[in-house]
């Protein structure tokens, strides 16, 4: 099957509404059973310096960021995956048959005053329309009735999309109007608005409601339209307010292209999202987690400070617990379950997909816990708590009591 392209050129941050629409394009495709388009992303972004508002009737510019795609479209239809067109169509009158040719191409002469029967079903009847039509290279007469059981597709579905290329150019280059994407620098300067008023950023994993965190927030003031009435949830900042945040902002883009590491997915996916100039849907939620990253650097910073201010005594806590296992399967525990012990949280900081916990007895024995969330924990927080001893290991030279099973009560002591 031979395919046509086109290039067309889309405002940057546009990917989610491309997918969108293109996949309601492909499915009414397949619905149709019409060859699909393709499309396919050109080269890297470019700015090209357009007209973005008009103020009192004069034109503001600005540099926009633009991705050229190719899309591919079937120039033949095609159903159940077999190459097939139709020719053209036949009207029998008393002097001839009338001919709608759609491909330009030569019809057999002979056809044009010919007795026509339909060569599918091979029974002559009365019939005002025949269409002519080729297969696997091979062409015949067919009465109207018959196409749709030789194709198995509605001839008037099929005419409304015979022009089906030219359909999905028009629906593909009117792309080219999708909004313009807002810049890196813009959409964090309304993240640093939204954190300075919050008092932190708020991520949307510790959140019952994506509008209720950082990015939901800042989606919330960037898209008044879409808001819910009579809720207020963050006052929008005047263009003043956020043009101040812009030197800061700048710094903090620097900071983080030249500082962040992949050690991680999100720390790679993060690194990519403010390595653009640009945000689009699925980096937005990134972009403001590098507010997160910052706080956890100045904790890190922090802890750090503090780690050789702590003196531990050095020895283990307790006894370890062992594991049952009855044929592969877990079958409990065996050893003491200490319970109501005082702990102090002295430090925490994230490792992968969990939190590291670093805690203290009285008798200043080393404690570590591997915990899934630390949403209500904080540093110098004092715990009472019940747990099992997993194991003891040694770290930079100090000794420390490994715990799970665990359950906290929190005391609200700051000592």
């Given at each position: ?5 086109f290039?067309?050129?889309i ?12 996949k ?53 239809v ?15 009158t ?13 019809f057999?002469?002979?056809?044009r ?25 091979v ?7 018959c ?20 359909t ?7 792309y ?13 300067c309304?993240?640093?608005?939204v ?43 005047t ?29 790679s ?15 937005e939620?990134?972009?403001c ?5 910052l ?5 890190d ?7 050789n ?5 050095n ?15 877990f079958?409990?525990y065996?050893g ?11 430090d ?18 080393a ?13 110098d927080?004092?715990?009472?708590v ?5 194991d ?11 715990i ?7 005391l609200?002591?700051?000592?």
């Amino acid at each position: 099957m031979s395919h046509l392209t086109f290039d067309v050129v889309i405002p940057c941050g546009n990917t989610k509404l491309l997918e969108e629409k293109f996949k309601k394009i492909t499915n009414k495709c397949i619905r149709y059973k019409i060859g699909l388009p393709t499309y396919e992303k050109i080269g890297d972004p470019f700015t090209q310096r357009v007209v973005v508002e008009e103020i009192n009737s004069n034109p503001v510019y600005d540099d926009v960021y633009f991705q050229k795609y190719t899309f591919t479209a079937p120039e033949k239809v095609s159903v159940d995956d077999i190459p097939f067109k139709i020719i053209g169509k036949f009207t029998p009158t008393e002097k001839g048959n009338l001919i709608d040719n759609y491909t330009k191409e030569d019809f057999d002469v002979s056809l044009r005053n010919k007795d026509l029967i339909c060569e599918h079903c091979n029974k002559k009847r009365n019939r005002k329309e025949f269409y002519y039509i080729e297969k696997d290279g091979v062409r015949k007469v067919v009465g109207k009735n018959c196409l749709r059981d030789y194709f198995g597709i509605d001839p008037k579905r099929y005419f409304e999309y015979l022009g089906w290329f030219n359909t999905v150019k028009e629906e593909f280059t009117s792309y080219e109007n999708f909004s313009y994407s807002t810049k890196l620098i813009d959409f964090l300067c309304i993240v640093d608005y939204v954190v300075e008023v919050e008092g932190k950023f708020i991520p949307t994993s510790k959140v019952s409601e994506y509008i209720h965190s950082t990015a939901g927030l800042v989606n919330y003031i960037r898209f008044p339209q879409s808001r819910e009435k009579k809720v207020k949830l963050i006052e929008s900042p005047t263009q003043k307010q956020l043009d101040e945040r812009k030197d800061k902002v700048i710094t903090i883009i620097d900071k983080a292209r030249k500082e962040l590491k992949p050690t991680n997915d999100w720390a790679s996916n993060l690194k990519i999202a403010m390595d653009l100039d640009y945000v689009e849907y699925k980096t937005e939620g990134l972009v403001c987690s590098v507010y997160g990253w910052l706080a956890y650097q100045e904790k890190d910073f922090e802890r750090k400070n503090n780690e050789n201010k702590v003196e531990y005594s050095n020895n283990y806590f307790g006894e370890k617990s062992k594991t049952i296992w009855n044929n592969n399967r877990f079958g409990g525990y065996v050893g003491e379950r200490y319970t109501n012990i005082k702990l102090k949280i002295v430090d925490m900081f994230p490792c992968r997909d969990f939190f590291i916990v670093k805690l203290i007895n009285d008798n200043k024995d080393a404690i570590t816990w591997f915990a899934n969330d630390i949403i209500d924990l904080e540093t110098d927080d004092t715990l009472n708590v019940n747990f099992r001893v997993k194991d003891h290991s040694e770290y930079k030279g100090i000794k420390s009591t490994i715990i799970n099973q665990v359950k906290i009560k929190k005391l609200n002591l700051n000592t």
